[in-house]
């Protein structure tokens, strides 16, 4: 059973478009983070939120955390070629030890 | 600027041979991971450690051991090497329980 659900699995939109994208779960975390991987290179963290209901921009990037802290949410504002990438989200379960644990992540192609 | 250095970009491999695969980290991290990703399966936690000489095994330990003489750099040891073992192996860190990873820019390697 996969921990952390992230869907779509796959997301090929036109340039300019908006999008939203989750990461959910039955547990409870004390943290969560969204990753960026592009093809050849290791992941990139681009946000942790902790709070719940927390909202927190990175440029055309909104990412929410749920009130009770088991998903969150990615909103891509106008996407952009150079968005395009896998994304993890990757979850710190409260009581768990210091391993985080990663959903399977979501592609994302954004054409020109 | 901080990183997680590891030693080769791209491997190939023969059957049977003992392939290591090296990791270091430049942040005083203490905690280190090892992942393989394969596409459908997300990233796979291959063996991790909190601290030097200490090891634990991850979700798919077999086949592989891992060496933390130091505490900077965390070593991967395939003892035979399989063809079931290529893939794209990745290395990470971070400063304890609930933070964030670093990632390694990744090793492709290839056995054949």
């Known amino acids: 059973t996969q921990l952390l659900e992230q869907s779509p699995q796959f997301l090929s939109i036109q340039e300019g478009e908006n999008l939203t994208v989750y990461c959910n779960s039955s547990s409870v975390f004390s943290s969560l983070q969204w990753y960026r991987q592009e093809p050849g290179e290791g992941p990139v963290l681009l946000v942790t939120?902790?709070?719940?209901?927390e909202v927190k921009k990175l440029k055309r990037l909104t990412f929410q955390f749920g009130d009770a802290r088991k998903d969150s949410s990615l909103h891509i504002t106008a996407a952009q070629p150079g968005d395009t990438g896998l994304y993890l989200c990757a979850g710190d379960v409260t009581g768990a030890n210091s391993k985080l644990t990663f959903g399977k992540g979501i592609t994302l192609s954004v054409r020109p | 600027d901080v990183k997680v250095t590891q030693s080769s970009r791209y491997l190939v491999k023969r059957t049977g041979e003992k392939v290591f695969l090296e990791c270091v980290q430049d942040m005083d991290h203490e905690n280190m991971f090892w992942y393989r990703q394969d596409p459908g399966l997300g990233l796979r936690l291959i063996y991790f450690s909190y601290d030097v000489k200490m090891k634990e095994k991850g979700d798919i330990p077999e086949g592989y051991s891992v060496s933390r003489e130091k505490k900077e750099r965390f070593s991967l040891i395939l003892e035979s090497a399989s063809t079931n073992q290529t893939s794209m192996y990745l290395c990470?860190?971070?400063?304890?329980?609930?933070?964030?990873?670093?990632f390694g820019s990744g090793t492709r390697l290839t056995v054949v």
């Open positions: 939120v902790v709070t719940g209901g």
């Open positions: 990470a860190s971070s400063r304890g329980t609930g933070a964030s990873y670093t």
